[in-house]
């Protein structure tokens, strides 16, 4: 294909002229949101009642704001700092789901998909543009959507595996030239540095690694370099595991699902990991019902899910979505890995977080979780805790075996009130 594509091109008015009143529309996410068309979309106020289901999206997000009201309603899968209050507010909502569920609402026609808003990379020569950063559930919805209408970006990666969308199948796009969204990693805290030291013994040699991004998955993978033959089947990664792949840490060579390969949903980071993963057939995307699939997952041997949380109470209830009421992010990937990673063979599933909150005057250790908050993983399901105080294997444990562990890796601050706020309502003795 060459490049008279781009005198197709139309503006960002334009493009949105396509969407209606009550319409469902799509929004690609994360490095990959459409901002240019979102912004387009917002201005228009000759439409009503269209609904927005996304992932967390860059940026701002102007179709939330008090003045969009009636016009557009945005339901977040999973949710960032620009649409948390708009959620508190009653603005926007929040559909608590599973990851690897999310693909199956388009596919089946749950939801209803009219329009979907991506942003891709330029087609090649044979008619075929890549989704780039974020093929997670934007695949679905570009299969899935009576319409696409696309942000065709000369920066956005062109990635391998099962990323493409069709030329032919847009219905209108803006072009564009612009750098995306990078995500820089904060300097390393202390106990960001331990939890990553005892994370980090945790991982064998020839482990498949599932993490997230932020400063305690940084803080592991800057501790790995000692390993040997690792392996990523991931719902998302950052700039870290490029270090490792660089150093010849992460080979592949021993997983049993897409051997030699990199495995991902979506990446987020900087530019530099934008770069390393355009072009690169050692990487492959796939939608998140396939990296995220339980049954994919445990096919691997030795994998090893690094989680975080909110809050976990001392029977072992997982709050990671929401403090208290207020939604904070959503189950995301979490419970997929958790149990993936329990049912491979020689697998560790792995919740990591600091032992307190708001600079050490409220411990994430509690006797039970605040009104309102959401239990993502069940005490259940629920294996190691980690925090800078320590690590500990909840599997197997007793109710009183398990507030014994658990407050054992609590800040100290807190262990005394700890033990008699749980003997009040187990009447345990310690």
């Known amino acids: 294909m060459n490049n008279n594509w781009k005198s197709l091109a139309v503006s960002p008015e334009d493009a949105v002229k396509h969407i209606g009143s009550n319409q469902n529309v799509f929004i690609h996410g994360a490095c990959a949101t459409p901002s240019s068309l979102i912004d387009a979309m917002s201005k228009r106020k000759d439409i009503e009642n269209v609904k927005l289901y996304h992932l967390h999206t860059t940026g701002s997000a102007s179709f939330a704001e008090p003045s969009m009201t009636g016009h557009f309603f945005s339901v977040s899968l999973f949710t960032g700092a620009p649409l948390r209050k708009a959620i508190e507010e009653g603005r926007a909502d929040f559909m ?7 693909p199956s609402l388009f596919q089946s026609g749950q939801v209803k998909l009219d329009v979907a808003l991506l942003q891709l990379s330029p087609p090649d020569i044979h008619g075929f543009c890549s989704l780039g950063t974020s093929v997670d559930t934007a695949k679905a919805a570009a299969d899935h959507s009576k319409i696409i209408i696309a942000e065709i970006n000369e920066q956005m990666p062109r990635t391998h595996g099962n990323s493409l969308v069709a030329f032919k199948d847009i219905k209108a796009f803006i072009h564009t030239n612009r ?21 980090a013994d945790l991982v064998e040699d020839r482990s498949t690694l599932q993490m997230g991004i932020g400063g305690i998955p940084d803080a592991v993978l800057m501790r790995l370099k000692n390993k040997h033959d690792l392996g990523i089947h991931t719902e998302m990664f950052s700039d870290r595991v490029v270090d490792l792949f660089e150093s010849g840490v992460i080979t592949n060579k021993y997983k049993n699902v897409h051997p030699g390969r990199i495995v991902t949903s979506f990446v987020a980071g900087s530019k530099r990991l934008f770069d390393f993963v355009n072009d690169n057939p050692y990487v492959e995307f796939h939608p998140c019902d396939r990296t995220n699939d339980t049954n994919i997952i445990r096919k691997n041997d030795k994998v090893i899910a690094i989680n975080s949380a909110i809050q ?3 029977t072992g209830q997982v709050c990671a ?3 208290g009421h207020k939604i904070f992010s959503g189950i995301g990937g979490q419970m997929d890995f958790i149990r993936g990673a329990a049912k491979s063979n020689g697998g560790k599933p792995i ?3 600091p032992s307190t909150a708001a600079g050490g005057k409220v411990s994430r250790i509690v006797p039970e979780l605040n009104l309102g908050a959401g239990v993502v993983t069940t005490r259940g399901h629920v294996h190691y805790i980690v925090t800078e105080y320590g690590s500990v294997n909840l599997h197997g444990k007793t109710l009183k075996e398990r507030a014994e562990l658990l407050i054992s890796i609590s800040h100290p601050d807190f262990r005394g009130e700890l033990k008699k706020q749980i003997s009040a309502i187990r009447h345990f003795i310690f």
Do not use: C, M, N, Q
């Not at 608590?96 to 999310?102: K, R």
């Not at 750098?179 to 990553?196: C, F, M, N, Q, Y």
């Open 321 to 323: 979505d929401s403090i």
């Open 351 to 353: 919740l990591a977080l």
């Open 96 to 102: 608590p789901i599973f990851l690897s569920d999310i």
């Open 179 to 199: 750098p995306l969204v990078e995500h820089k990693s904060d300097p390393e805290t202390d106990i960001e540095a331990r939890i990553g030291e005892l994370v």
């Open 312 to 314: 976990v109470d001392l």
